[in-house]
């Protein structure tokens, strides 16, 4: 049972233009959520976190927004660029014990 | 500050052979944790210590998985015997503490089980 869903393997995008990376979840319980980007022969890096009583945050380029009725969150990439191009996994957490459940991740293609 | 160190970065054993995998967290994290990713999957929790101490390994295949954290520092997992369906990227992580706290991830060691 897949709690943490990226329905999309992979996306992809023109430089400068908007990635949309999309995730969705079934556990209510989940009050805190992530993004990870991963590179070829590396371990994940955290991106951007939101908690589950804000429905956006912000850093940068990078934006995260929570519905939460939806069970569903998105990462907002704007404008990207070439070296954005990895793997984007999405993550929740239940606060009780920082143990992460992870989407399947999103391969983003950013073309020159 | 250094990273998430882990060792070997790569490994390729025959079924019912052993294996053991090493990490070294960021200093100072209390907190560690060992994944399974296979291929086209995300990361799989399978144990998470605090310190010494083992938080939850609900998820860890106890016939053949076994992990330890001596000292509360350095840790080894371990895969006795190993089986294909075994091959992945094992991957560790480290965090100040448990609950908010970001995972610090190492680059992983991708395992293949012929």
């Known amino acids: 049972d897949q709690q943490v869903k990226q329905n999309s393997p992979s996306l992809s995008v023109q430089e400068g233009r908007i990635s949309i990376l999309n995730c969705d979840y079934t556990n209510s319980m989940f009050d805190y959520f992530l993004w990870y980007k991963k590179y070829p022969a590396e371990g994940p890096t955290f991106l951007i976190s939101i908690s589950s009583i804000k429905d956006k945050n912000e850093d940068g380029r990078f934006t995260v927004f929570l519905n939460k009725s939806a069970k569903h969150l998105s990462l907002h990439i704007v404008p990207s660029q070439p070296g954005d191009s990895a793997v984007y996994f999405c993550a929740a957490d239940n606060n009780a014990g920082n143990m992460l459940t992870f989407g399947g991740g999103t391969r983003l293609m950013v073309k020159p | 500050e250094a990273g998430v160190a882990q060792s070997p970065r790569y490994k390729i054993i025959e079924k019912r052979q052993s294996v053991a995998f090493w990490c070294n967290p960021i200093?100072?994290?209390?907190?560690l944790y060992w994944y399974q990713q296979i291929l086209g999957q995300g990361p799989k929790l399978l144990i998470q210590?605090?310190?010494?101490?083992?938080?939850?390994d609900s998820q860890l295949p106890k016939d053949r998985f076994s992990a330890e954290r001596l000292k509360g520092v350095d840790s080894t997992l371990k895969i006795q015997p190993a089986k294909l369906e075994d091959s992945a990227v094992y991957l560790c992580a480290s965090s100040l503490g448990a609950g908010g706290y970001e995972q610090y991830f190492g680059p992983g060691t991708r395992l293949t089980v012929t």
């Open positions: 200093s100072g994290h209390a907190t």
């Open positions: 210590f605090q310190n010494n101490g083992v938080v939850d």
